[in-house]
């Protein structure tokens, strides 16, 4: 018999993809045996099996990885032979200062979006529903190698027939480490920012606004809530992946306007968000590579030409003849534009959908957070318990030349890393002053953080220091050069400076 023993280690982002799953179901039908599992360094298989089929394994998993899969690397060497009897998914390894690249956040797969809106599915209209190939994954996790206790999603048990598809191997929910249904998962809740809608009463109404107060309400009935309250022209703030958005309905002035006044955002386009491409053609002029890119796993904000006499608010990007537009991206957002009440008049096909901050600062990530820094901006809160561990705005982008370009690199792109043709020494470039990104190198890769904003305050350094810090934790990186900007006045560049002082790192 021509039988090979192999230890295989393959890099890239192989985390959080379904690629063990992949794995497994590729040995089982080449009949191999041994074992995979993750590790901070990638995933690692050995596996034992006739020449051929060996052949055969390693040519699937070359040609046809899962989808969100990016692999850069396949070592393979020879090992002792070994009497493995089956082929099985093993625990995960941590191995000390190894790492490897983490996948961004993926928008809600076709397979998930068939089941969110069908009456039979026991996720039917399920706000958080995800599987291997979509749903958030940087926004969560707090240290490889990616499973669930290292991640927000640790505080929810699955129930049993959750656990039941999270360990069965031939389930698109295998090992998908946020798993979870409306019996055991994350749960939205509305809330009336009571506050606000007391300054806004005269003298003579005040006494009223206990009266007129609605109670946090949870579930679907939340988000229908909503969905009439947009209708009805209020300001909601939603919380999303990477953080909040705030919401009106784009094709009304007075909301469109009184948002712009409450976010002290004098004339800067604010992004818009609907539901499909039949949709987005009734407003904007969209070309194929334009369509290619709002249908992308990425689902970024794509800069598109407005159609004369369009009824969109002049209020959204003044003075502009472009509008910033993306798809739903997440379970919520497809819910959003979809309610199950028959209204008498349809409901806005077409969402403001801009950061849920006050303007330049970063945008709010956990709810209390909201709460407090969003309390004169927002008539509600759509909040949900999924805690969020990293902060993220949407991706901007346009089509230029007929390829993609990309104007601000965040959500579902960071911290895709850029594979570099050498080596290089573990660097930190702090990056600019105004629209700061910075950048981390270790070995092949340097690490672009997502879109980080202008440093002119505590909150946005603060935002730069924690992610700073994420970064470094996740790919192991601890630099041993500084880069900076020669402006003496940066806040990048002192930052830069002070730590190079207090480290005796060499600054350039």
């Known amino acids: 018999m021509n039988r090979k023993y192999q230890r295989i280690t393959v890099k890239g982002i192989v985390q959080g993809v379904g690629f063990r799953p992949f794995v497994y179901r590729i040995a089982k039908k080449n009949n191999l045996k041994g074992w995979v599992c993750n590790t901070s ?25 899962p989808p969100a ?45 068939k089941e969110l809106f069908d009456p039979k599915d026991r996720r039917y209209r399920y706000p958080f529903i995800n599987c291997t190939n979509c749903g958030p994954r940087f926004t ?35 090992h998908a480490q946020p798993n979870a249904c409306p019996q055991c998962g994350p749960e939205v809740e509305l809330v009336q920012n009571l506050e606000l809608r007391a300054k806004s009463l005269g003298k003579g109404e ?5 009266a007129q107060f609605i109670e946090p309400i949870k579930g ?31 094709l009304n002035d007075r909301a469109v306007k009184e ?45 598109l030409g407005e159609k004369a006499g369009s009824s969109i608010s002049r209020f959204v990007a003044p003075y502009q003849k472009y509008q910033g537009v993306m798809l739903p ?19 806005t096909n077409c969402l403001v959908m801009t950061s849920g901050n006050l303007s330049e600062e970063p945008i709010a990530m956990e709810n209390e957070e909201a709460l407090r820094r969003l309390k004169n901006i927002a008539d509600y809160f759509l909040l949900h318990n999924r805690d969020i561990y990293s902060r993220y705005d949407d991706s901007v982008t346009r089509v230029f030349n007929h ?29 600019p002053d105004l629209k700061n990104t910075f950048c981390l190198t270790k070995e092949k890769y340097a690490f672009i953080s997502q879109h980080i904003g202008d440093m002119e305050n505590l909150e946005t350094l603060e935002h730069f220091e924690n992610t700073l810090k994420l970064y470094k934790k996740l790919f192991r990186v601890n630099p041993k050069i500084i880069a900076y900007d020669l402006h003496p006045d940066y806040f990048s560049t002192k930052y830069a400076l002070e730590l190079s002082t207090l480290y005796s790192l060499l600054a350039t």
């Open 69 to 113: 899969a990016k692999i850069d690397s396949i070592a393979v060497e020879n090992i002792k032979p070994k009497n493995y009897i089956n082929f099985v998914i093993k625990e995960s390894i941590a191995i000390e200062k190894e790492f490897q690249p983490v996948s961004p956040d993926i928008a809600t797969c076709n397979d998930c979006l």
């Open 206 to 210: 005040k006494n009223n606004v206990a």
């Open 259 to 303: 948002l712009r006044k409450r976010k002290l955002r004098r004339d800067k386009p604010f992004a818009l968000m609907m539901p499909d491409l039949e949709t987005i053609k009734k407003y904007c002029f969209l070309s194929a590579e334009e369509t290619k890119l709002l249908l992308s796993p990425q689902r970024p904000i794509v800069l």
């Open 329 to 347: 991206y997440t379970p919520l957002h497809h819910l959003l534009f979809h309610p199950i009440t028959n209204y008498q008049s349809p409901i």
């Open 220 to 250: 679907e009935k939340a988000i229908e809530k909503t969905i009439k309250l947009l209708k009805e022209g209020k300001i909601v703030a939603l919380k999303g992946l990477g953080g909040f958005h705030l919401a009106c309905d784009a």
């Open 41 to 65: 360094q990638g995933v690692i298989f050995e596996i034992v099996g006739e020449k051929k089929s060996l052949e055969s394994f390693l040519k699937e998993l070359k040609t046809s990885p």
């Open 403 to 431: 390829g993609a370009q990309i104007l601000r690199r965040a959500r579902s792109y960071a911290p895709y890393p850029i594979r570099l043709p050498f080596k290089v020494e573990e660097i930190l470039a702090t990056g």
């Open 140 to 174: 969560i996790i707090e240290d490889i190698p990616y499973d669930r206790p290292k991640t927000t999603m640790r505080s929810f048990k699955m129930c049993p027939e959750c656990q039941e598809e999270y360990d069965d191997p031939a389930n698109r929910r295998f």
